[in-house]
């Protein structure tokens, strides 16, 4: 990471990383994200069946504590996950958090771009769709399904980002403190949504930078219809909610920062 924080030191990256039965690719990714400078991860594990937890509980003790684990118990999901992945990131002094897939999609190799950009932006997205579609393995239908996705949100949201449901994004932790976290309620894709509608709407800046996206080689993914269902409301709901919501008072602060 070449940049440097204002007070002249490198930038300290926290990983969030939830997991659902990601069992033979956690030892990789993290290995990976650890050779890096700079980078702790933090495993948030729904109690998967397939016993990622007690894999992410073995790196964990190997790691001279620069990995750690959020073992979840209650309701599962992605965005329940992240939510409490970012409060418990709030404790911490890290400069910029990552949300990633743990399985491999998201390549670690592209972390040190997203940082770089962080500095510019509060909000750094690692999007597919910058440079054309750059999404490789991927069937047709996904490719179709999530490029209307993305068509979709933009039009009716008016939000001026090309990969609103991409789910690698690098923020920075002070933009982090200023989102009604609380307020949020969706899942999956319609998470990715939501949060970078609000982001905007917070005030924050929002920069793409060119990953390319590999389709997982081991696990199944986890997407479901009702995901995908939700999805398509999101976006209406969201628009609702600002035009007939209460509306934060300026400047308002959700979070504390931190330490
Ligand atoms: N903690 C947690 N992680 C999840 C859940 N569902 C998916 N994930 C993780 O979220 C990431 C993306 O999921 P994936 O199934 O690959 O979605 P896809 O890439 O859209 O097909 C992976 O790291 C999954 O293990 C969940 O309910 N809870
Ligand atoms: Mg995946």
Redesign the pocket.
């Known amino acids: 990471m070449a940049e440097t924080t204002p007070s002249g030191a490198l930038p300290t990256a926290l990983v969030l990383l ?5 069992r033979e690719n956690l030892p990789t990714i993290t290995s990976l994200l650890l050779a890096q400078p700079n980078v702790r991860v933090l495993v ?3 109690g998967s069946p397939d016993g990622t937890g007690a894999i992410a509980d073995e790196l964990a003790a190997a790691s001279g504590g620069r990995l750690t684990v959020m073992h ?1 118990t209650g309701k ?3 965005g329940r ?1 992240y939510l409490d992945g970012m409060r418990a990131a709030l404790k911490t002094d890290a400069d910029v958090v990552f949300q990633m ?3 491999l ?1 998201h390549d670690p190799k592209y972390v040190p771009d997203l940082v770089r950009a962080s500095a510019d932006h509060d909000v750094v997205i690692g999007s597919r769709y910058l440079q054309g579609v750059s999404v490789v393995n991927w069937p047709l239908r996904r490719l179709i399904l999530s490029t209307f996705a993305n068509w979709y949100v933009r039009t009716v949201t008016g939000m001026m980002v090309r990969d609103c449901t991409a ?1 690698f994004r690098c923020w920075r932790r002070e933009a982090i403190a200023r989102m009604p976290l609380d307020s949020i309620t969706s899942d999956g894709y319609s998470f990715q949504v939501e949060t970078l509608f609000l982001a905007l709407d917070a005030g924050c800046t929002v920069g793409e930078v060119p990953i390319i996206f590999v389709e ?1 080689r081991v696990g199944a ?3 479901s219809g009702g995901v995908i269902r939700e999805s398509f409301f999101t976006p209406w709901r969201l628009l609702l909610r600002r035009w007939f919501g209460r509306r934060p008072a300026e400047g308002t602060r959700y979070n504390s920062p931190g330490a």
């Open positions: 939830p997991t659902y039965n990601e948030i594990d729904d979840r599962r999901g992605l996950s897939d743990a399985d999609s789910g997982r993914s986890k997407i």
